[in-house]
């Protein structure tokens, strides 16, 4: 079992994936939504499985062992007991529930086998077939890829089968877990109840709720700390349940909850008021306190000086730089992929190393994470690239790589943005130099042109920057490597304002910065940095642009328009080039520009009113 094959899968609540592992190294993991098109999706990761199977020219009968991410039985008791005990309220959507949770949680096995015949039927897949902890997964994701050899592990999210927040230790190749909070107290519910209260969706509105808060001031935090959650000195919490509907409701917020911060749920689509941004900024000011108490909790629980993250919450990077800020821990690293996306790649490790007698000796990567920079999806060679381009009947350029280079920087520099579809696709949530968007950070005007006439969303939202690692001491502070957009740092040049914050399209325009495109109206950016080893080719576009402009930073957006997946295969990006206001597209050797007329959008019309 030394070098087997083993590939992990999360599914069934939101952002199925798979991941294959051999011997403890991160081969290859992709996401299902990328190839189905459904932003989150939940499914069966099929196209997945076979992604990651066709990357290392593997046949399925190859597989040592299949892992799925958690215990059904376990949530199913969680569901149970939660109605029981709020007997008889409820009653009607337990009935809905049940049905469906006999046919598709409680018989998972047969269902997860049943799936993996269809993929291979000439497999035994049973005595292959092994099932994972939620919150182990998260945990074996986030330590055993981790550049240390020993560390603190906190996993964060709204519930796994019954934990919703761990404190755990890693070292060597072993991770146990030594605390838990249970459902129904959860910090990822509390940040979701305030998420669908400001009328985003639960399990992919958080990081607008996070991208609202520099807007808005913290003047709910005393309510919501003195009413709402209770934080102690140890690092627990727990819910006021009078202002939840979460365990037996149809909706996350109760009435109390709404006669507390001044009225009903937002509308979603409907106007955003100040008021929504400030119920933000203070939601956000709570989960900062728990995230540094919980993290002085797993320092003083563990010892250790370097802390490992995972779980849904450990994607809010402003909690993460609280923490990181607070000092409490000498290094921090978090899963780039650290939702429930994730937990696939964490099952098949925690697989590797704890279900086996005596363990496995771990796998470390010299120095840094073993996650590849997370580039671990499919990657499209020049000549497949360059049939789809022909199929579609594109107009393109082949370019030698100094000429891509230049071409990209010129156009950047001139104000114009490029589509980025280069090398394999990324794991996780962000878009990290493999499926990106473009642009020059220096106008004022650029995320406001990002936002409504190429991404098709809010004008409030934030725009990341990228920067050569090098570089990033010069422009931002602490300036650290965050390769994954995982923490904020201060912009450097950064003019506060001396208004207070607000949620207008002056203060919009008003921000005074040397990359108003990435800044936030607290001075704060959400970092990526490039070393050449991980992304030569985007390390050098960056030194491109530097030398032709003076700027060494760029604004990096996934490649995707609202309610869409980032891009996986060259027909999307093409489509989202001529459905936008791209105006070029660097896809792999090629160069592909707007054409005047276009005549190929309509041919792409159709799918964008589907999607």
Same mark, same amino acid.
């Given at each position: 079992?030394?070098?087997?094959?083993?590939?992990?899968?999360? !599914?069934?609540?939101?952002?199925?994936?798979?991941?294959?592992?051999?011997?403890?190294?991160?081969?290859?993991?992709?996401?299902?939504?990328?190839?189905?098109?459904?932003?989150?999706?939940?499914?069966?990761?099929?196209?997945?499985?076979?992604? *990651?199977?066709?990357?290392?020219?593997?046949?399925?009968?190859? #597989?040592?062992?299949?892992?799925?991410?958690?215990?059904?039985?376990?949530?199913?008791?969680?569901?149970?007991?939660?109605?029981?005990?709020?007997?008889?309220?409820?009653?009607?959507?337990?009935?809905?529930?049940?049905?469906?949770?006999?046919?598709?949680?409680?018989?998972?096995?047969?269902?997860?086998?049943?799936?993996? $015949?269809?993929?291979?039927?000439? %497999?035994?897949?049973?005595?292959?077939?092994?099932?994972?902890?939620?919150? #182990?997964?998260?945990?074996? +994701?986030?330590?055993?890829?981790?550049?240390?050899?020993?560390?603190?592990?906190?996993?964060?999210?709204? %519930?796994?089968?019954?934990?919703?927040?761990?404190?755990?230790?890693?070292?060597?190749?072993?991770?146990?877990?030594?605390?838990?909070?249970?459902?129904?107290?959860?910090?990822?519910?509390?940040? +979701?109840?305030?998420?669908?209260?400001?009328?985003?969706?639960?399990?992919?509105?958080?990081?607008?709720?996070?991208?609202?808060?520099?807007?808005?001031?913290?003047?709910? $935090?005393?309510?919501?700390?003195?009413?709402?959650? @209770?934080?102690?000195?140890?690092?627990?919490?727990?819910?006021?349940?009078?202002?939840?509907?979460?365990? %037996?409701?149809?909706?996350?917020?109760?009435?109390?909850?709404?006669?507390?911060?001044?009225?009903?749920?937002?509308?979603?689509?409907?106007?955003?008021?100040?008021?929504?941004?400030?119920?933000?900024?203070?939601?956000?000011?709570?989960?900062?306190?728990?995230?540094?108490?919980? &993290?002085?909790?797993?320092?003083?629980? @563990?010892?250790?000086?370097?802390?490992?993250?995972?779980?849904?919450?450990?994607?809010?990077?402003?909690?993460?730089?609280?923490?990181?800020?607070?000092?409490?821990?000498?290094?921090?690293? %978090?899963?780039?992929?650290?939702?429930?996306?994730?937990?696939?790649?964490?099952?098949?490790?925690?697989?590797?190393?704890?279900?086996?007698?005596? &363990?496995?000796?771990?796998?470390?990567?010299?120095?840094?994470?073993?996650? $590849?920079?997370?580039?671990?999806?499919?990657?499209?060679?020049?000549?497949?690239?360059?049939?789809?381009?022909?199929?579609? &009947?594109?107009?393109?350029?082949?370019?030698?790589?100094?000429?891509?280079?230049?071409?990209?920087?010129?156009?950047?520099?001139?104000?114009?943005?490029?589509?980025?579809?280069?090398?394999?696709?990324?794991?996780?949530?962000?878009?990290?130099?493999?499926?990106?968007?473009? !642009?020059?950070?220096?106008?004022?005007?650029?995320?406001?042109?990002?936002? #409504?006439?190429?991404?098709?969303?809010?004008?409030?939202?934030?725009?990341?920057?990228?920067?050569?690692?090098?570089?990033?001491?010069?422009?931002?502070?602490?300036?650290?490597?965050?390769?994954?957009?995982?923490?904020?740092?201060?912009?450097?040049?950064?003019?506060?304002?001396?208004?207070?914050?607000?949620?207008?399209?002056?203060?919009?325009?008003?921000?005074?910065?040397?990359?108003?495109?990435? @800044?936030?109206?607290?001075?704060?950016?959400?970092?990526?940095?490039?070393?050449?080893?991980?992304?030569?080719?985007?390390?050098?576009?960056?030194?491109?642009?530097?030398? #032709?402009?003076? *700027?060494?930073?760029?604004?990096?957006?996934?490649?995707?328009?609202?309610?869409?997946?980032?891009? *996986?295969?060259?027909?999307?990006?093409?489509? *989202?080039?001529?459905?936008?206001?791209?105006?070029?597209?660097?896809?792999?050797?090629?160069?592909?520009?707007?054409?005047?007329?276009?005549?190929?959008?309509?041919?792409?019309?159709?799918?964008?009113?589907?999607?």
């Amino acid at each position: 079992m030394k070098d087997a094959w083993i590939l992990g899968i999360s !599914a069934y609540f939101h952002d199925s994936a798979a991941a294959r592992t051999r011997g403890g190294e991160v081969v290859a993991a992709a996401q299902e939504e990328r190839f189905t098109r459904r932003k989150h999706d939940p499914g069966f990761p099929s196209n997945a499985i076979a992604s *990651c199977l066709e990357q290392a020219g593997i046949k399925p009968a190859e #597989l040592s062992a299949v892992v799925f991410y958690e215990k059904p039985f376990l949530k199913f008791d969680r569901l149970i007991e939660t109605f029981l005990l709020k007997a008889p309220r409820g009653r009607g959507r337990f009935s809905q529930a049940m049905p469906v949770w006999f046919r598709e949680k409680l018989l998972l096995k047969q269902e997860l086998l049943r799936r993996l $015949r269809a993929i291979d039927a000439s %497999v035994d897949w049973r005595p292959r077939l092994f099932f994972s902890q939620h919150h #182990l997964s998260h945990a074996a +994701s986030a330590f055993y890829p981790s550049p240390f050899e020993s560390a603190a592990i906190l996993t964060l999210d709204g %519930v796994g089968e019954w934990s919703t927040t761990t404190i755990g230790h890693g070292q060597g190749a072993d991770v146990r877990l030594l605390a838990e909070i249970r459902f129904p107290h959860s910090l990822g519910l509390l940040y +979701s109840a305030f998420t669908t209260y400001c009328g985003f969706r639960v399990n992919s509105g958080e990081y607008k709720l996070m991208g609202l808060a520099p807007y808005g001031r913290p003047r709910y $935090r005393g309510q919501i700390l003195d009413r709402v959650v @209770t934080l102690r000195g140890d690092g627990s919490f727990r819910l006021n349940l009078e202002f939840f509907d979460f365990e %037996v409701g149809d909706r996350m917020t109760s009435p109390a909850f709404h006669r507390l911060f001044g009225g009903e749920p937002r509308v979603p689509e409907s106007s955003l008021e100040q008021r929504h941004a400030d119920l933000a900024a203070s939601v956000q000011a709570v989960l900062n306190e728990a995230v540094v108490r919980l &993290g002085r909790a797993a320092r003083e629980r @563990t010892g250790e000086s370097c802390l490992v993250m995972a779980g849904g919450v450990a994607l809010n990077c402003v909690a993460n730089s609280a923490l990181r800020d607070a000092r409490v821990f000498d290094r921090i690293w %978090v899963q780039p992929a650290a939702g429930d996306a994730g937990g696939a790649l964490g099952a098949a490790l925690a697989f590797h190393y704890l279900d086996k007698p005596g &363990g496995a000796r771990r796998t470390m990567s010299g120095g840094g994470d073993s996650m $590849r920079a997370a580039y671990l999806g499919p990657e499209w060679p020049d000549a497949a690239i360059a049939r789809e381009l022909d199929r579609l &009947g594109a107009v393109y350029e082949r370019l030698g790589r100094e000429q891509l280079l230049e071409r990209t920087a010129s156009a950047l520099a001139a104000g114009q943005v490029a589509g980025w579809f280069q090398g394999r696709m990324e794991f996780g949530p962000r878009a990290l130099g493999g499926r990106s968007i473009l !642009a020059d950070p220096r106008s004022p005007e650029m995320q406001s042109e990002l936002n #409504l006439r190429i991404k098709f969303r809010e004008s409030f939202r934030p725009f990341a920057p990228v920067v050569r690692i090098e570089d990033a001491p010069a422009c931002f502070s602490p300036g650290e490597p965050s390769p994954y957009m995982l923490f904020v740092d201060r912009v450097l040049g950064f003019e506060p304002s001396e208004s207070e914050p607000a949620l207008t399209p002056a203060a919009l325009r008003g921000v005074r910065s040397p990359f108003p495109a990435v @800044t936030h109206l607290d001075g704060s950016a959400r970092l990526q940095t490039v070393a050449r080893e991980d992304n030569p080719l985007l390390w050098e576009l960056l030194g491109a642009f530097k030398r #032709l402009t003076g *700027c060494a930073v760029l604004v990096n957006t996934s490649f995707n328009v609202r309610g869409e997946p980032i891009v *996986c295969r060259p027909e999307e990006a093409l489509r *989202c080039l001529l459905t936008t206001r791209i105006h070029a597209l660097a896809i792999g050797a090629f160069w592909v520009e707007k054409p005047q007329p276009e005549p190929l959008a309509s041919r792409f019309s159709a799918a964008v009113a589907d999607d």
